[in-house]
C-alpha cells in the first residue's frame, strides 16, 4: 500500500494504491491542528468505504458477489467488538444526540448490561476482553453466549443501522457470498457463511494502533461502552496533523493487516 496526500485548503486529497491492480483516491475535510485518531475517525470510514468499494468490485468482475443487503440486520444481533477509538467515538455521538433518541439508545445499552448480568456474562465479557483477548477459543465461546441472548444492537431500528455513517470497522467488514439465511444459523452452521475475504483488516489495525505505534490489541465489547467509557478516556492519544496522522495509521494497516 503507497500513500500520497496533498493539502489543498481545507481539504485532503488521498490516493491509496492497494496493490498492483487496485487504486483509490478521496477527498476528505479533517479538523485542523493536531488531532487525536479518534478526531479523525469519520475521515478514515470515508477512506475506507473507497478500499472496500474497489474490492468488492474486484470480487465482482471475478464473480464473487456479496448478499447482504439493506433490511437484513441479522448479524446486528451478534457480539460487535469495537477499538477504544470508536468506542469513545460512539458514546460522544450518543451523547450528543438529542431526545427520544439518545434516551431510547442508552435504555437499550442497559437492557443489554442487565441481561448480561443477569445470566452471569457480564463479567466473563469483560475479563475475556481485557485480560484475555488473545485467547480465541474462550472468546468465540463468549461470542456464542451472547448470540444465544438474542439482543439487538442498540442501534438497530427497523433491521437498520441508525448510525450507519458511523458504524465500526467491524460492522462494515462483516460481508458474506453466501445465502443470508445461512446467518441466521450462526455458531451452527459457519461452514455454511461463507465471508467476503478482504484485502486489508481496517477494525483489526484500529483496535492495535494508538495514534503513534502499534500497540497490543485492545477490544472493547460494544455493550459495555459506556460502562467503561470513563477509563476509556484515560489512554494517551498521541495528536499529529490530521495528513500525518491519516498516513501513520495507512501505514499501520499496510505493514500488519494486509491479507
Not at 474486484?58 to 440486520?73: A, F, I, M, V, W
Not at 485480560?131 to 431500528?157: M, S
Not at 455513517?165 to 467488514?173: A, D, E, K, L, V
Not at 478516556?233 to 505493514?255: D, G, N, S, W
Request: aromatic share 10%; charged share 25%.
Amino acid at each position: 500500500m503507497k500513500v500520497e496526500t496533498i493539502s489543498k485548503d481545507s481539504q485532503l486529497e488521498i490516493t491509496i494504491k492497494l496493490n498492483e491492480n487496485q487504486s483509490i483516491s478521496c477527498t476528505v475535510t479533517p479538523p485542523d491542528g493536531d488531532v487525536s485518531f479518534v478526531d479523525i475517525l469519520p475521515e478514515v470510514y470515508t477512506i475506507y468505504n473507497k478500499v472496500l468499494e474497489s474490492t468488492l468490485a474486484e470480487h465482482s468482475r471475478n464473480g464473487l458477489h456479496t448478499k447482504c443487503d439493506k433490511g437484513c440486520g441479522t448479524c446486528c444481533h451478534q457480539l460487535v467488538t469495537v477499538s477504544i477509538h470508536e468506542a469513545i467515538l460512539l458514546v460522544h455521538l450518543v451523547n450528543s444526540m438529542k431526545d427520544p433518541e439518545r434516551s431510547r439508545i442508552q435504555k437499550a445499552f442497559d437492557n443489554i448490561l442487565e441481561k448480561l448480568e443477569d445470566k452471569g456474562l457480564l463479567k466473563d465479557l469483560l475479563d475475556f476482553h481485557v485480560n484475555k483477548f488473545d485467547d480465541k477459543a474462550n472468546i468465540i465461546n463468549i461470542q456464542k453466549e451472547y448470540w444465544h441472548l438474542n439482543q439487538n444492537c442498540p442501534f438497530l431500528v427497523d433491521a437498520s443501522c441508525s448510525i450507519y455513517p458511523f458504524r465500526p470497522f467491524i460492522c462494515r467488514q462483516y460481508l458474506v457470498s453466501s445465502d443470508p439465511a445461512y446467518c441466521k444459523g450462526s455458531f451452527k452452521n459457519d461452514r455454511l457463511v461463507k465471508k467476503i475475504p478482504l484485502t486489508h483488516d481496517f477494525a483489526s489495525s484500529a483496535a492495535s494502533f494508538d495514534g503513534e505505534e502499534a500497540i497490543f490489541t485492545r477490544g472493547i465489547p460494544l455493550p459495555t461502552i459506556f460502562l467503561i467509557n470513563g477509563l476509556l478516556t484515560y489512554f494517551p492519544r498521541p495528536k499529529a496533523p490530521a495528513a500525518e496522522m491519516i498516513t501513520r495509521y495507512l501505514r499501520h494497516v499496510a505493514e500488519f493487516f494486509s491479507r
